[in-house]
């Protein structure tokens, strides 16, 4: 496509615009503190299950107390695996500061391409609200930023895709999506936009 062809981008956010930097050593020091002592394995095991849990109820984190909730679920899933019976409200806060995002390679270098071509952009995501913090925390602050808890439902639900391109005020097919999963293909398309596949970088390079 053209940039002449769109009015907006819309990103994902995880494997797209951003990636989790290891939080097994911090998860891991974090429980040893709390006298859960376990191996980064058995760790990385229960991570991977709080992962699984996670994705498919991110949604649900729609404000302060609902999303507390969630990080509280997530943290039992991890503390069931472990085989621990430590309080999960006791570990909420150290769970929560395990997880450091990172800009994926060439993301931010792109994000800078589309705004120079003038065009609107806008993150995409399947993730609770705290997502506008932690793009704020590595310096991407200036997005418009719609989750599937803001819009109620995940992706490939069109809900999401059609609340960012109101926010931004471009019709479907105006728009490109540029994601690294089957639900950012199907969800994209089902809303009468265009896709493209992560890396961004490439996506982006492929706008002559």
């Given at each position: 496509m053209r940039p002449a062809e769109l009015d907006a981008v819309t990103i994902d956010a995880y494997g797209t615009l951003v990636g989790l930097a290891d939080p097994v050593p911090a998860l891991t020091a974090g429980l040893r503190a709390l006298g859960v002592e376990r191996d980064a394995a058995a760790v990385e095991r229960a991570f991977a299950?709080?992962?699984?849990?996670?994705?498919?109820?991110?949604?649900?984190?729609?404000d302060d107390a609902t999303l507390y909730a969630l990080r509280?679920?997530?943290?039992?899933?991890?503390?069931?695996?472990?085989?621990?019976?430590?309080?999960?409200?006791?570990?909420?806060?150290?769970?929560?500061?395990?997880?450091?995002?990172?800009?994926?390679?060439?993301?931010?270098?792109?994000?800078?391409?589309?705004?120079?071509?003038?065009?609107a952009l806008a993150v995409v995501s399947n993730w609770d609200v705290a997502l506008h913090k932690h793009l704020a925390?590595?310096?991407?602050?200036?997005?418009?930023?719609?989750?599937?808890?803001?819009?109620?439902?995940?992706?490939?639900d069109p809900a999401v895709f059609?609340?960012?391109?109101?926010?931004?005020?471009?019709?479907?097919?105006?728009?490109?999506?540029?994601?690294?999963?089957?639900a950012d293909e199907e969800g994209a398309l089902a809303t009468g936009m265009h896709f493209a596949p992560a890396p961004l970088d490439r996506a982006v390079e492929a706008l002559a």
């Open positions: 299950k709080e992962v699984a849990y996670y994705r498919e109820r991110s949604h649900e984190g729609r509280r679920e997530c943290v039992a899933v991890i503390l069931s695996e472990l085989g621990s019976d430590l309080d999960p409200a006791a570990f909420v806060d150290g769970f929560v500061s395990a997880l450091r995002f990172e800009v994926l390679p060439g993301a931010r270098e792109a994000v800078e391409r589309l705004r120079r071509l003038g065009l925390a590595v310096g991407l602050d200036g997005l418009t930023v719609v989750t599937s808890a803001e819009a109620g439902a995940p992706k490939p059609l609340q960012a391109l109101e926010r931004l005020g471009v019709r479907p097919e105006r728009a490109l999506h540029v994601g690294d999963s089957e």
